[in-house]
């Protein structure tokens, strides 16, 4: 695993969830600052498409929530989207924040932390996987090393399709809460496709951990806030944590 540095000390990957989005307004590039400052391992970012074909790292498929703009980013073009705000809506000190594109945080982070990418909503954006591949191939990420690049999404038909592209990127299923759990057929299936598992962490069990290290799947689940939680994740073995504060983990 990406930076993971002395192989006999069990230690688990510190995922900074949309940057340090307890800090910074989520999936900016001071949020990804912040991160790499407080020694993320992973930057966890969401990616989705402007009505030019720019991948862009914004959350929702709507701009109302973290700009000072409102719309459907898929009706932005990027030069129209280039001009929100995106700092504001979380204190003032952090206005002039821009939605930064994917190419702009490879640029400014690769190599220094791994990026967690999400594919988001697939349905609005039919074309998404091959774009994040030919992205992923321009930048010769399309065989990361050590998984410096992991692409997850919550959707088991899309990774299928992505790896179809660009079958050396490493994948992550995210998996929602669900009251019956994760069954071992699911695990088995899922295993043939992706490297991690990332569930909800409600979801988390020692038990689960050790039937999806059983299928030989890394587990990290999503997504802390408090530092109450963070200790039976350690316990359970989680390979990694999900978190808004990624120096909760590390204290
Ligand atoms: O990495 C897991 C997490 O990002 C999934 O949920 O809604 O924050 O994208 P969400
Ligand atoms: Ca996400």
Redesign the pocket.
Known sequence: LFKKANLNKPSILV?A??GASGYAPENTMVAFKKALELKADFI?L?VQMTNDNVLVVI?DSNVARTTNGTGEVREFSYKELKMLDTGLWFNRKFSGQRIPTLQEVITEFRGKMGL?I?IKNPDLYPTIAESLASELKKNNLDCPRNDEVIV?SFDFELLQRFHQIVPNVPLGL?VKYRVHGISNVQLREWSSLVRYI?PNKALITKGLVKRIHSYKLKVIP??VRDKKSIKGLIDAKVDGV?TDYPDYLKE
Request: proline fraction near 0%.
């Open positions: 995922v969830h949309r966890e969401d959350h967690l999400e997850q995210l990332n999503y997504t999900v």
